[in-house]
């Protein structure tokens, strides 16, 4: 799974790449404050902040309707969602104000580039998503039936890998369960990992969450096969059975649609998957 683990901490490969990257911008630009010029070292801080926030505006201001109808969610930036061009925009803006001079602002290409370059670099090596198909086993579902990913070939799945211990799990799975139900050309499947039938069941009754297809995956045999580090993780999986994308931790709204429209356009007018 497009994820990095360095002990206890785990996180998605592309939130890596990112914390990478202003890690090596912020220590080159230190450097540069104390070799060229001071000045390099509050425009650094105001160019990563400003950065920030601009991209995260840019996604606000894109998925504005979302928002409004939960305006805290704005605050919410472990979800993700960040529109990169306005970010750009923001630390442009910041060289421009900050670094008057032209020799200055020739200097400040260099952490940028460097950054750039870690990024890229980190992320080609790390995010890429095997496309692995569904294993052949049944699991059990919550009435204790048996359901098979392989049978459900045909339909893109949405497959969310929870526990009742998990906060993010717990954050998402209103949302999760609400696009679930709007969401009839695909099925959504919530594998349980590591619990029993009464955990759950205690969860849903306290949450009043309806879910339509809830396996109880007692020894989380889901998450060893598609190599899960933590929880939760959403699995993408096209119309053919083979994973197409791995979100590791709490997604969001405009992500998860974002993932569910990929599946769809992977599908012809005829219903056969495309080459």
Known sequence: MNAVSLGPLVLAADRFAAVLAIFVFLIVTGVMAQKVDERFNAWSWWAFLGGILGARLGH??????SFMAEPLRIFALWQGGFYWPTGAAAIVVS?????????????????????????????????????????????????????????QKGTPQVVNLWATWCPPCRREMPMMADIAASSDDVTFVFANQGEGRTAIQRYLAASGLSLDTILVDQFSDLSRFYSAPGLPATLFIDADGVLQHAHLGEISREVLIGKIENLRTSINPSGDTRP
């Open 60 to 65: 606000v201001l894109m998925n504005m309707q």
């Open 95 to 151: 060289l421009l104000v900050m670094l008057p001079a032209g020799r200055q602002r020739l200097w400040a290409l260099m952490p940028l580039a460097l950054s750039l370059i870690v990024w890229n670099t980190t992320w080609q090596l790390t995010g890429g998503t095997n496309p692995i198909a569904v294993p052949n086993q049944a699991f059990e579902t919550l009435e204790g039936n048996g359901y098979r990913l392989e049978a």
